[in-house]
C-alpha cells in the first residue's frame, strides 16, 4: 500500500464502507440514523475545519462519537478500558480519490481488545446495521418522509 494513500488499510480492525454522498450529507444521515434509532450523540468533530481554522488544508473529515449508556453501562462494568473506545465512534472522511468513507473499529476487534463477555457483544454490535442503512436508501427514504424510520 502506498503510504501516502489515504484509501482505507485492510486488517487493521477498522470496518471501513464506502458511500455514495458526500461527508456532510453522510454525516446527516448518521445523525438521523442516531436519533431514529435512540442513540445519543455526544459529539461531532470536524477535522477538516478545525485544520482550515489553523490555516492548514486536510481532507473533509468528521467523526461522531456516539451510543447508548445504557448498553454501554455493563461493558464498562465487565470491562473499565472498553471506555477508550466508546462510546462508539465513527469517522466519516474523503479519500484523496474523492471516495467517501464511513469507517469505525469491529465489534471483533472490541470484544477482542477489551475481552468483552459474549453476553455483552450484542452491546457494541448495532454499528454495523446502522452504517449499512446510512450508505444505502433506507436512510433517505425516512429523511423525504416515506416509509418512516429504519
Known amino acids: 500500500m502506498n503510504p ?11 470496518v471501513s464502507k464506502a458511500s455514495p454522498y458526500s461527508v456532510e450529507e453522510t454525516v446527516t444521515r448518521m445523525e438521523y440514523s ?3 434509532h435512540g442513540l445519543t450523540l455526544f459529539a461531532r468533530i470536524d477535522h477538516g475545519a478545525e485544520a482550515r ?15 447508548n449508556p445504557r448498553a454501554a453501562a455493563p461493558v464498562l462494568v ?29 465489534v ?5 481488545r477489551h ?5 455483552l457483544t450484542e452491546n457494541v454490535s448495532g454499528v454495523d446495521a446502522l452504517v449499512d442503512a446510512v450508505v444505502h436508501d433506507e436512510v433517505a427514504v425516512a429523511l423525504e418522509g416515506g416509509m418512516g424510520p429504519v
Do not use: C, M
Open 78 to 106: 465487565a470491562s473499565p478500558l472498553a471506555g477508550l473506545d466508546l462510546p462508539l465512534k465513527a469517522l466519516v472522511w474523503e479519500d484523496d480519490e474523492g471516495q467517501v468513507w464511513v469507517s469505525y473499529n469491529s
Open 34 to 36: 442516531l436519533g431514529v
Open 115 to 119: 475481552a468483552i463477555p459474549g453476553g
Open 53 to 67: 481554522r489553523v490555516g492548514k488544508v486536510t481532507q473533509e473529515a468528521q467523526l461522531l462519537l456516539f451510543g
Open 4 to 14: 501516502r494513500s489515504t484509501r482505507p488499510h485492510v486488517g487493521s480492525g477498522i
Open 108 to 112: 471483533t476487534f472490541l470484544t477482542a
